[in-house]
């Protein structure tokens, strides 16, 4: 049976293999990244966009292929750096006679522009860097620096906002063409000689205005508005390094996806990563922690902003999510111990103020009487744009397909930015969230609830309410002491407080209709969390070795409470309920107090051994005191303290500047400090170890990008039940996940984009004492694929005309340890269409288009998830 299952993956594996060496090169499909706006009288050549039919094959074998990849890999020397002011800016010309080589990717964030030269390095008469501070009005400073052994990082920041860049090739090297904010808003164009040198070959070009005296500026960017394939995150490293560079899987979901696909809650992202399922939260909760990744629960942990935010009653709205990064297997080396460090560390990175000013509001209309209008504001507080600000507002007010549910949310999240020099910033930012929602635990671990109808309300109408009050404070300082040097300190408080009623199930009666359940109440549950950071960033040089280094030092306290109260209620017939029960006397059931300090101690080198061989190297030492309190009778039912080091390595070879192998070992360690066993002996960590081995795959001149993954991942000391005394537990048991993840992201044609993935993942039980060896992890399909794509027209009556489509597959899934009954497979269909027009959206996006029946894996049982769903959205931005 393994074989026929594996055979899909090994499959899939062949054909991205017959896609690596594909005769068909991309980069000859020149794609716009443009755009067109006024900024000067030059004159520039400029080729024209080649339709497809005019597309030729440059090779006629993999050898002619190989030749051609070995030659564009090849490390540029670029001797000099050389300033030349102009009437409206600057220009930054990097020395080389092959400048049409370079192989350019940029980006914006703030008043920085970023350009990075993956197959160059800086030899100049002063070193391997160069920087210029204030060299002409509006420009604060320029730098260049060699990134590592084989990449220049090229980074200019505008004193009033952000430069406009043109890059043009010529015989002196690579010009990079800087018209300041300060040129552009206060001065007049002056005329100036035309140019005889091309746009940069590494940048696509554009065809000029209508008149030629019309001046033109090429805004570019490395990524597109709107695209599906960052090229970095921060979430593996802490540094901002291509993700082909990481030794590790990481996927990343950009803004553009959540808003193609009208996402209104983040947990839904899980269908667009590969070995990644969702999980209902608690009560039905929708948090971004409740899910599993690569065959483990991530017991609620999750990440925003690299800091910990623990989902169990914690809700996060999409309204100020930027993207949300994924990186799949154990995290503790940058993060520390925790059930999220199993399998994988999931961060979500909110939105930054921006200096161009901007203002968009929408508005959300759909089924069972869904309602939602967010506001997203953002721009300069300040004429030299030092300050920036940021505000997203959500509100929502919904009915559910569930009977009896309601939700309704208010969501606050403002941020400033603080440019308090050119080398130092400080950014603030704060949340606050009120939800409230009915406690709906779907349906018990019983096979009868497969023949109920999904809608079917299991609780207490009026009585089952979950009311949660979220707060988060988070600053960010960050000072650069050098070009090669910088400092970051980052502090986040969460403070979140709740009331919880609901009605937990038991189980079925002999007649297998009648389900016995209990009330439960708490009413004040808290939560604080507390996060302190320090983190020194260097690169410097030791012979031929160029290093990337972190040294981090954690400080992070983190506590909860809550005090349940118990009664008894009236069963309830699952296929005939009556919504008559009476609810007894509450009485106190049970009450903890439990907690953590830690301190985490981290390092981490990103070596460059060769220009296409990087190592990556680091650990985290560990040191844990935690105790768990009865606020009942103040007694302390554990307390413990724990070390571990984690530590991480991983090599990645670069045979071709589109192609990455990769290894890695990576391990992480999660405190056990709700039990002790029979002998009142404290428990070790649990600890989880894992290798993997994968390809990283960028086509069509880095548009598009897949990556495959091969992993085996074994978590060790779980508890399991102790032979002697079945109330206690020993701690002998092992669990293991292995198999296939392919994830494909980007886009194949200009307006087609798409997001793919597939895995095969065989999680399963290696010891234990109760639990037969071989049984399957709740929850995990051994097979699952997802596809959503879209395609916007491009030009014509119908530009800005759009078509999107998903399919989610996910095959059967076990519901308990000890294996009872699996939930059945399902396939899934999403279908969109849209409308841009100047700065007006209009969308309409059906979920479970055909409205078929599947379910979730949760904590309390099987969640049956939402039939046909339609939501239209109207969206301004001005």
Do not use: C
Request: a negative charge; proline letters at 6%.
């Amino acid at each position: 049976m393994k074989q026929q299952k594996l055979s899909i993956g090994m499959w899939l594996f062949a054909a991205v293999s017959v896609l690596m060496v594909s005769p068909v090169r991309a980069d000859v499909i020149k794609q716009s990244a443009v755009q067109l706006k006024e900024v000067t009288n030059r004159k520039e050549f400029i080729t024209d966009i080649p339709q497809l039919s005019d597309i030729q094959h440059p090779y006629t074998s993999v050898k002619d292929w190989v030749a051609q990849e070995n030659k564009q890999n090849q490390v540029i020397q670029v001797t000099g750096v050389r300033l030349s002011p102009t009437a409206n800016g600057l220009e930054v010309i990097l020395e080389t006679p092959t400048s049409d080589k370079l192989q350019t990717t940029t980006k914006s964030e703030g008043n920085t522009f970023t350009a990075i030269i993956s197959n160059a390095q800086l030899h100049h008469k002063s070193g391997s860097s160069f920087r210029s501070n204030n060299p002409t009005a509006g420009i604060t400073s320029v730098t260049v620096t060699n990134q590592d052994a084989n990449s220049i990082l090229v980074t200019v920041t505008g004193e009033a906002g952000l430069p406009k860049v043109e890059l043009f090739d010529s015989d002196s090297g690579l010009i990079f063409a800087f018209t300041s904010a300060v040129s552009s808003t206060q001065q007049q164009p002056q005329p100036q000689k035309p140019r005889t040198d091309k746009p940069s070959s590494g940048i696509p070009p554009t065809k000029p205005s209508a008149s030629g005296s019309e001046p033109i500026e090429l805004v570019v960017t490395g990524e597109p508005e709107g695209s599906y394939n960052p090229p970095t995150a921060s979430t593996a490293t802490k540094l901002e390094v291509p993700l082909s560079n990481i030794p590790q899987s990481i996927q990343v979901i950009p803004r553009q996806v959540i808003e193609d696909r009208q996402v209104v809650r983040i947990n839904e992202l899980t269908d667009n990563v590969s070995g990644v399922q969702g999980s209902p939260g608690y009560g039905g909760l929708s948090s971004i922690g409740n899910l599993y990744i690569r065959g483990f629960s991530q017991g609620s942990e999750n990440f925003r902003n690299g800091f910990r935010d623990f989902g169990f009653d914690s809700p996060r709205d999409v309204a100020n999510v930027e993207r949300v990064e994924f990186l799949k297997g154990p995290g503790s080396v940058l993060y520390g111990g925790g059930a999220f460090g199993v399998g994988g560390v999931v961060n979500t990175v909110t939105k930054k103020p921006l200096s161009e000013p901007r203002y968009e509001a929408n508005l959300t209309v759909g089924s069972y009487n869904f309602y939602r209008p967010t506001i997203d504001l953002t721009g300069p507080l300040t004429s030299n744009n030092s300050l920036l600000y940021r505000l997203n507002l959500a509100y929502e007010n919904a009915d559910g397909f569930r009977d009896f549910n309601h939700n309704e949310s208010i969501f606050v999240a403002p941020a400033l930015t603080w440019q308090i020099d050119p080398r130092t910033k400080l950014t603030t930012e704060f949340e606050y969230q009120r939800y409230q929602h009915v406690a709906d635990f779907g349906f018990p671990s019983e096979p009868e609830v497969l023949r109920l109808p999904i809608n079917r309300f299991l609780g207490v109408p009026g009585f089952s309410h979950q009311e949660l009050h979220s707060t988060s404070i988070t600053y960010n300082f960050e000072h650069e002491f050098s070009d090669n040097w910088r400092f970051r300190q980052g502090f986040n408080a969460l403070l979140v407080g709740g009331n919880n009623r609901g009605i937990f199930y038991n189980s079925l009666e002999e007649d297998r209709r009648t389900l016995d359940r209990y009330a439960s109440q708490s009413p004040n549950e808290e939560q604080e969390n507390y996060t302190l950071q320090n983190e020194i960033f260097g690169k410097f040089n030791t012979g031929p070795l160029s290093h990337n280094v972190l040294l981090g030092v954690e400080l992070a306290r983190y506590k909860y409470s809550f005090a349940f109260l118990q009664a008894s209620v009236d069963p309830i017939d699952i296929f005939n309920p009556k919504y008559d029960a009476k609810i007894g006397e509450f009485t106190p059931s049970y009450a903890s107090k439990y907690g953590s300090d830690n301190l985490g101690i981290y390092f981490q080198d990103f070596i460059s051994l060769l220009p296409n061989l990087k190592l990556l190297a680091g650990g985290r030492l560990d040191l844990n005191d935690s105790s768990n309190v009865n606020p009942l009778t103040n007694q302390t039912t554990n307390e413990q303290s724990n070390s571990h080091f984690s530590p991480r390595v991983g090599i990645v070879y670069q045979p071709s500047e589109m192609t990455s192998l990769y290894f890695s070992w990576s391990n992480s360690f999660n405190p056990q400090y709700f039990s002790r066993s029979r002998t009142d002996e404290q428990f070790k960590p649990e600890t989880a170890e894992q290798f993997e081995v994968g390809a990283k795959q960028e086509f069509l001149n880095k548009q598009l990008s897949a990556t495959l993954a091969f992993y085996q991942l074994t978590r060790q000391n779980v508890l399991t039940v102790d032979p002697v005394d079945s109330r206690f537990s020993i701690q002998t048991g092992e669990q293991r996940s292995r198999g296939i993840e392919l994830d494909i992201a980007g886009q194949i044609l200009p307006g087609w984009k798409i997001i793919a993935t597939y895995a095969y993942t065989d999680a399963f039980v290696t010891k234990d004492n109760t639990i037969p060896v071989g049984a399957q992890l709740i929850g995990i399909p051994h097979n699952s694929a997802s596809l959503w794509t879209t395609y916007e027209i491009q030009k014509g009556n119908l530009q800005g005309l759009g078509f999107g489509a998903g399919l989610y597959y996910a095959g059967e899934r076990e519901v308990q340890l000890p294996n009872t009954f699996k939930l059945p497979s399902y396939v899934r269909t999403d279908a969109a269409i849209f409308y841009r027009r100047n700065q007006y959206k209009f969308a309409i996006n059906i979920k479970n288009l055909f409205s078929v029946k599947y379910f979730e894996v949760g904590s309390d049982g099987p969640y049956p998830r939402e039939p046909l769903t339609l939501l239209g959205t109207v969206s301004v931005e001005f």
